[in-house]
């Protein structure tokens, strides 16, 4: 059983600070688990939810300052529930065994690995990415004294995964001892549920409760999965108490996403910032920049022909330009408007699309693969009508200006989480699959026929 007498100490103080009143209602009731020394976390018990809010509201600060005082460090405070029906906050098993603490490495990177391209000084501010980007600029600097939780959300490829790459590098430059974790919610997930199936709970539960900073990108999987959002409002819980710093990503703000209230509550009290599409300036700057890098030279000219090809996506702009240097590469040409023009001559621009709509894109899916326009909606998954339905949200998502919750509803009432589900997996099958993408962009031409 871990010393807990650090508690004890800390109650004389604190009963100096009060009134009696207060503390005999309060911390009569408070029961001292365990102090990890390693982590420095001390964790209670209160006997329900109320005790446990008032607690943290009323009291945390002189709770931690008493800590403070006594182990001449900061110390964590972590408030469990004993009522049964609270799911815990730590395994049950905490009680008879200590919690098994991973021991780190400095800077070890936990969960998906960090691009080293991906910085604070290639990523380019403009107004619609200003307030994000001093966010986590912030954060970098002082994570989880400014500002905490930290929740940015956006459109596609408007550089939310970039910010969290930079905060990540810039982290472990300055101080590589903190220990970071960045996954995507859906690596979290895939973790989660290998770790339930192999009966190693508590070790995925100890891999992302004790980092200093946990980044969480794309969050808007976490819909429809509840088991996925109690076990990471836990995690939430477990690190926000022990003032450690906590970033999500989202394709859209906390309210508008489908998750449980109390953990879009954790998200709303702390600082939302959303990214905007950029401006022809921004996008220009950001071509630049990216030129730059490459190590190539574009004219004003190039760069507005082909910042005007897309007003959104900083992602397909810079595929853009890849695909341009490799043109001239291979034909050993130099980069002129007319090398441009020709290596986009496919690319329409993105203002100037006309709207396709849903239904002719559902009626060009289902002709192409030779479907029933049923098989759009039903709720059999039986191949290949589920995956022509993937194809048809992608290109639903990706032509038309509808959210994804409607999207969602016009086949056959799905949730927001299986289209981008169908999204992200149609997109990754194109990056390799080219018989794929000829069979989009077919499609596409069919339903623009139609
Ligand atoms: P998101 O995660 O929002 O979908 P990403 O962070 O993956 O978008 O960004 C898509 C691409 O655009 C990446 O290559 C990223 O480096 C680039 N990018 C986005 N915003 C900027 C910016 N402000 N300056 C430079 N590059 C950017
Ligand atoms: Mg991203």
Known sequence: MAD??????????IKTKITKQSFDTWFSTIKPLSYDLNSSILTVEVPNKFSKDWIENSHKTLILESLKMIENKDVAFNVLVSDAKQPPLIPESSNTQPIRETKFNASTIIGLSLDPKLIFDNFIVGDSN?????????????P????NPVFIYGGVGLGKTHLLHAIGNAIRKSDPSLKIAYLTSE?????????????????????????DLLMIDDIQFLQGKEGMQEEFFHTFNVLYSANRQILATSDSKPQELKIEERLKSRFEMGLIADIGSPSLELRVAILKKKAETEKVYLSDEICLYISNMEQHDIRKLGGYLTKIIA????TKSKISLDLVKECLKDVTPSALERKITI?????????YYKLKPSDMVTKKRTQPAAFARQVAMYLTRELTDMSLPEIGQNFGGRDHSTVIHAY?????????????????KEIQDLAKQL
Do not use: P
């Not at 989880?144 to 500002?147: D, P, V």
């Not at 895939?190 to 980092?211: L, Q």
């Not at 239904?359 to 002709?367: P, T």
């Open 4 to 13: 807990v007498s650090l508690w004890n100490t800390a109650l004389e103080i």
């Open 130 to 142: 200003r307030f994000a980007h001093g966010a986590c600029v912030a954060v970098s600097e002082a």
């Open 144 to 147: 989880a004294k400014s500002y």
């Open 187 to 211: 690596q979290f997930l895939n973790e989660m549920v290998a770790a339930i199936t192999s009966g190693k709970i508590n070790d995925f539960r100890n891999k992302y409760r004790y980092v």
């Open 327 to 330: 043109y001239s590469s291979i």
């Open 359 to 367: 239904e002719e894109l559902k009626e060009a899916v289902v002709k």
């Open 424 to 440: 992200d997996t149609i997109a990754a099958k194109i990056q390799t699959d080219l018989v794929l993408s000829q069979e989009l």
